[in-house]
């Protein structure tokens, strides 16, 4: 009896499994890349530096402490690739494609994880959703691959090293993963603005969100009798998403138009500024030094990162529901209603609860790392502390040039901020979260002045 009651303590839960899992996967990929067959001549990885390139390739970040093409082989840039892979689609649904080629049966346990790992809020069709989002996405990379591949035959000397080059960048852009093997992101493609308009397209598939592709995919194909009708989040998601676009690149713009801009064409300003939108959601690539940038478009790039991508993608950050959820609750608020009416649809009150409470643990977070960080390096300045920290908590890889220089306990406390945008903030909170308890007894409600 004794026995049977600490085996069933011991039992994790559903959202703490997923944790030990994207653990185990980050100590395997930390393993693989020690690999000495994936290092460059002469290159010595330190186990904190292997770490922290496994955590921030599994969280599809982008951020690094060494230059990936300095440190690694051929081989290596294989490693990275397979780990950004597993982050971006996710450990369940590789797993799942793994169990359905084998065929293993996908048991109730099993789609509970998926269910979890994709931050689903039912477990119908899960398995398919699983399958078309593997297939879609190996197929827009396949798609990004074959154009990059093809295009860059002018910039390289020979077929293989174009398509390595093509499939690298369609791979981490896709995933948003951040990585490069140019050493320089993409400021090589800085002119190249079909280079820039591929991986813009390529980054807006993967942070779009999983469920908006499958849908698009469902519109494309459909032919019923009545009109396909889109879900409340694809259509929630998309708008969000293409709002924040727009305005951050205005905001990049005009922000920086007296500096940065000052001499720049329409042309130039316009990538410079949308490239720059886009990418902030968590891609992490480049076509500028971004130091270059006021302090002030610094932090408007920061807010840009905090919010992050779509839930069920590939980003992280608070995510754009999340967000949008939260400023409609103030919205209407104002305008002396208590529902949220959008689409035609009233938002459900759990998920505005969901959504604020999401809000309050990121800000908790993000700033108390703030702080935490320039503790442990107070020579930093602070507007590069809070691009770090924002990079980090948003899985964007995006930096200011600093990362390769902090110390392990900085170094640590990114690993962690990485780790928790890669599951996310609900995820996070379902692990501390106890059984739900419904209430036997209240007692007298009272009114508390708020504001």
Request: proline residues 3%.
């Amino acid at each position: 009896m004794k026995e049977s009651k600490r085996m069933k303590s011991l039992k994790l839960s559903t959202f703490q499994l997923i944790v030990v899992l994207y653990l185990t996967g980050a100590l395997l990929s930390t393993g693989l890349l020690l690999l000495p067959i994936g290092h460059k001549p002469g290159v010595d990885l330190s186990l904190i530096d292997a770490l922290f390139v496994a955590v921030s390739a599994l969280s599809v970040t982008g951020l690094s402490t060494v230059g990936i093409v300095d440190t690694f082989n051929t081989i290596g840039y294989f490693f990275i690739l397979c780990i950004l892979q597993v982050g971006g689609v996710g450990i369940m649904t590789l797993s799942s494609i793994i169990w359905l080629l084998v065929g293993k049966r996908i048991g109730m346990r099993e789609r509970q994880l998926i269910m979890a790992d994709q931050n689903r809020t039912d477990l119908a069709g899960l398995v398919k959703l699983m399958r078309e989002i593997f297939l879609l996405i190996l197929g827009i990379e396949a798609a990004g691959t074959l154009i990059l591949g093809i295009y860059l035959l002018q910039y390289y000397p020979t077929a293989n090293e174009a398509f390595l080059h093509g499939l690298f960048g369609a791979i981490s852009a896709t995933t948003n993963g951040g990585f490069d093997i140019t050493g320089q992101s993409l400021l090589p493609f800085k002119d190249d603005y079909f280079v820039q308009f591929i991986n813009m397209i390529l980054i807006v598939l993967g942070a779009i969100g999983f469920p908006v592709l499958v849908e698009i995919k469902d519109y494309l194909t459909y032919r019923g009798p009545h009109k396909y009708c889109f879900s409340l989040f694809t259509k929630l998601t998309t708008t969000v998403y293409g709002i924040l676009a727009v305005l951050g690149a205005l905001g990049i713009y005009f922000l920086d138009r007296t500096h940065f801009f000052a001499d720049k064409s329409w042309h130039e300003s316009f990538f410079y500024a949308a490239f720059q939108s886009i990418a902030a959601r968590s891609a992490g690539l480049t076509t500028l030094d971004l130091n270059e940038f006021s302090m002030s478009t610094l932090l408007f790039i920061s807010t840009l990162m905090f919010i992050g991508a779509s839930p069920s993608s590939v980003g992280g950050g608070l995510r754009t529901t999340t967000f949008a959820i939260a400023m409609l609750s103030v919205y209407f608020f104002a305008r002396g209603k208590n529902t949220i009416k959008i689409f035609k649809r009233e938002v459900h009150p759990i998920d505005i609860q969901r959504a604020f409470v999401v809000v309050s643990t990121g800000f908790f977070i993000w700033g108390g790392s703030i702080i935490f960080l320039s503790f442990l390096e107070p020579g930093l300045p602070i507007v590069k502390i809070i691009y770090e920290v924002s990079s980090a908590f948003g899985t964007t890889g995006s930096s200011l040039g600093i990362t390769a220089d902090l110390g392990v306990p900085a170094k640590l406390l990114l690993i962690a901020l990485m780790f928790i945008g890669r599951i996310g903030l609900f995820s996070l909170l379902f692990i501390i979260r106890g059984r739900e308890i419904k209430e036997s007894f209240h007692y007298p409600r009272e009114r508390i002045l708020i504001g």
